[in-house]
């Protein structure tokens, strides 16, 4: 099969196969055997591109199969080095490690986002993007070299970089649910109420007003309603933290 000599578009500008496949090479440690596993990690959407047999060609299907295979290594590690963590601990501390927020950091500092080839500026790219992408290369991995080079890849971009069991022991991932789940358990009334809160940029804002027992103790404003919900549930435990810490 004839290899095309440019492959991938980034801002406007064409990128050579071989510069690809020498910047997969450095991020990924190893030398990729399939290109054509890691050209698919980096397709958006927005390109419209179909495989030979019509199929939408971009990094979504990796997506699905990289979450899968970071959280099984992720939770074979778990596993063997916290051996007194029970069911309830071991998915938490899953949770933390492969939480969108943790994913997106991987991405960003793996500076992926330059190598997507997408007919949308980065600019207006989703911050999920990061993470997204970084799932699609583990799942890429996987495919090109199998559980263990996937395994290999986590362990040196993920697991010996960012995992501190100790750290993410105390590290919260939802302040949302720390606020809803101190209420359940003290039978307080709480409620979001969320409404539009635009300036004057053009750009959609929600602001949010948390209640707790018919008072309001926290406001928040943010581009989609489940941030401004985040950070108001932020903002109310720290002002009740010392009571949520006793649950």
Request: some cysteine; hydrophobic content about 40%; glycine content about 6%.
């Amino acid at each position: 099969m004839r290899i095309l000599k440019k492959i991938f578009y980034r801002n406007s500008q064409p990128i050579e196969v071989g510069n690809f496949f020498v910047a997969v090479e450095k991020i990924i440690g190893f030398k990729p055997v399939n290109l054509k596993f890691y050209e698919k990690a980096f397709t958006h959407r927005s390109s419209n591109r179909t495989d030979e047999n019509g199929n939408p060609f971009n990094y979504e299907r990796l997506e699905f199969l990289g979450d899968s295979m970071l959280s099984s290594v992720i939770a074979a590690y778990l596993y063997k080095e916290a051996p007194l963590g029970d069911e309830g601990y071991l998915t938490k501390m899953r949770s933390k490690i492969v939480s969108r927020e943790h994913l997106n950091e991987l991405g960003r500092d793996l500076n992926l986002i330059d190598l997507v080839n997408s007919k949308v500026p980065p600019a207006h790219f989703g911050e999920n993007i990061h993470g997204n992408i970084f799932e699609a290369l583990v799942g890429a991995i996987f495919l090109d070299k199998g559980y263990s080079g996937c395994e290999q890849f986590i362990e040196r971009s993920v697991i010996t970089p960012y995992v501190d069991i100790a750290r993410l022991e105390g590290k919260v991932i939802s302040y949302k649910s720390l606020v809803i789940e101190w209420c359940q358990k003290e039978k307080k009334v709480f409620h979001f109420d969320i409404f539009d809160d635009n300036g004057n940029d053009g750009q959609r804002y929600f602001g949010v007003k948390l209640s707790i027992d018919e008072k309001v103790v926290a406001k928040s404003r943010a581009t989609s309603k489940k941030k401004a919900e985040e950070i108001a549930a932020k903002r109310a435990y720290f002002a009740f933290q010392e009571k949520i810490n006793k649950i």
